[in-house]
């Protein structure tokens, strides 16, 4: 079957696929299949403010001072000062407070503590994750593991506290079920005809503390090497299986993985070279391993490479240049022509829409020409007269969500010193940051459900970061005011859609 542009189709296949279809679901890309339109005998949601989806009927106990957007919940409790978003919270969750969930998914009856932070993972039934503890992205928490207080996970780590180990059949087993056997009974008569190789084969396993901690429960899932390998090389044969199991993960970048494999490859062929490179090199500028050490090694960069974009030429400041033609634009004139060429230059350079509109946003404050002694008043009194002209080039530019955080973030790095020392002293000083957002969002630039995404991202960074400027930019009083001001607005939008769905079933 050819699907036609209405129609999707997708297969699970491993945990990545399993996330982004649950993404597509709650963007309604697979419409008309949307939480609210489920089969026949599974719970309806309701889809309220910020892209949250909530249990028809059943309201999740979410307190005030959280902030949820662009997720499903079901029967759960969130806790103050909890930032979640792009989330599936299943029934009976437990969040403690100042819990941050980003793109993860949390099965039913699973508790995470205060302050623990989860990103781009799958939590699976029954788990507890205790205060503290951080949970990277591409991890797997099987059923019924503890992960202690304070315990930081790897990176696409697969813990699980199946009581057996060893090269077991299915893998996944291993997360899906915890020591207890399968219900149809069969699994004794199985056990029976087991031979004495494979009894040794599935040995009891107990914790590793080493990797939940002195209190946890689990132990590390490691994918088995070829059994055609010999034991010598057991680590190297494992590469393919972890390259597998990572590229298998929520989270995973291929385009990072792909420079990893690239900076490898440099290190390999420098090894392959090394008594030439000694010879033609001579003692100049060379190292005790032959290389130059003038000339950085991609592997010295570690994990927190950041890889050039595929398809922009390197050493470009896209934003900048698009600030550039936008400044370059006569006042006054028509915005087709500044469109096309934004379009042009954005596809030209492989930049996103949330580029372009960085630069719009930038060239707007360098219009403004603030001097240190602008009041409020007067900033968003010109801030309204470039939003006349502005505004058809940033509503044609901002296709989806993120599009408009990308707005409220280029608001933010104006305020920090992106533009100038005089925009960053006008827009830093109280209450002018929350004048510019209310102003934004007035002319429906910026939705209610953007500004929250904004500043659940920042409530992540409380108390790891919060002497930055950037924090305390965030935390200026008036605006914290406005950001409940706009949870408590929607809040009561939810309520009155479901009163009024409530009266519509009566009828």
């Not at 039934?125 to 202690?148: E, L, M, R, Y």
């Not at 929520?250 to 494999?261: E, T, V, Y």
């Not at 970061?465 to 001001?485: C, G, I």
């Amino acid at each position: 079957h050819v699907l036609d542009k209405k129609e999707y189709a997708s297969r699970f296949t491993c945990w990545r696929t399993y996330g982004r279809v649950c993404q597509d679901l709650m963007r309604r890309w697979a419409y008309p299949l949307t939480p609210e339109q489920t089969p026949s005998g599974y719970e309806g949601y309701i889809r309220g403010r910020g892209g949250v989806y909530r249990i028809r009927g059943s309201e999740a106990k979410v307190d005030r001072g959280a902030s949820v957007s662009s997720s499903i919940v079901g029967r759960c409790k969130v806790g103050k000062g909890c930032a979640v978003q792009g989330s599936v919270l299943g029934h009976d969750v437990l969040l403690g407070t100042d819990v941050a969930l980003t793109n993860s998914h949390v099965w039913e009856g699973s508790t995470i503590g205060d302050g623990a932070v989860v990103t781009s993972s799958v939590i699976c039934h029954g788990v507890t994750i205790k205060s503290g503890a951080v949970v990277p992205a591409g991890c797997v928490i099987g059923k019924g593991c503890v992960i202690d207080a304070g315990v930081k996970l790897k990176q696409n780590s697969r813990i699980t506290c199946s009581v057996y180990g060893g090269n077991d059949d299915d893998d996944d087993d291993d997360f899906f079920s915890s020591d207890d056997e399968s219900e149809d009974g069969d699994a004794s008569e199985d056990h029976d005809d087991k031979t004495d190789d494979e009894e040794n084969k599935r040995t009891p396993v107990t914790s590793d503390p080493d990797v939940v901690g002195p209190e946890g429960i689990g132990r590390l899932f490691v994918p088995p090497a070829s059994e055609e390998s010999d034991d010598d090389d057991a680590t190297e044969d494992q590469l393919p299986a972890l390259y597998t199991l990572e590229a298998g993960s929520l989270g995973f970048n291929h385009i990072a993985h792909l420079s990893r494999a690239d900076a490898a490859l440099w290190k390999k062929e420098m090894e392959d070279d090394d008594e030439f490179s000694r010879a033609d090199s001579g003692d100049d500028g060379a190292t005790d391993d032959g290389t130059n050490s003038s000339v950085p090694s991609p592997m010295d960069m570690g994990d927190d490479f950041e890889p050039f974009v595929i398809g922009r030429p390197q050493g470009v400041d896209v934003v900048k240049e698009l600030k550039s033609i936008c400044l370059d634009h006569e006042e006054g004139s028509s915005t087709e022509n500044l469109a096309i060429e934004l379009n042009s230059f954005k596809f030209s350079q492989n930049a996103s829409y949330a580029d372009v509109v960085g630069g719009v946003v930038q060239a707007i404050f360098t219009r403004m020409q603030l001097e240190v002694g602008t009041s409020p008043g007067a900033l968003v009194s010109r801030l309204r007269k470039q939003l006349d002209d502005w505004s058809p080039i940033l509503q044609k530019f901002s296709q989806d969500l993120n599009d408009e955080v990308a707005i409220v973030k280029s608001v933010e790095g104006a305020a920090l010193g992106d533009i100038d020392e005089a925009t960053m002293t006008v827009l830093s000083k109280q209450p002018a940051f929350r004048f510019v957002l209310q102003t934004l969002h007035d002319a429906e630039l910026v939705q209610e459900e953007a500004l929250l995404v904004w500043a659940g991202e920042r409530r992540m960074e409380r108390g790891t970061n919060d002497d930055s400027a950037r924090m305390t930019l965030f935390e200026q009083q008036p605006t914290q005011d406005f950001l409940e001001w706009l949870e408590e607005s929607s809040e009561e939008e939810e309520t009155d859609e479901e009163d009024d769905e409530d009266d519509s079933d009566e009828e």
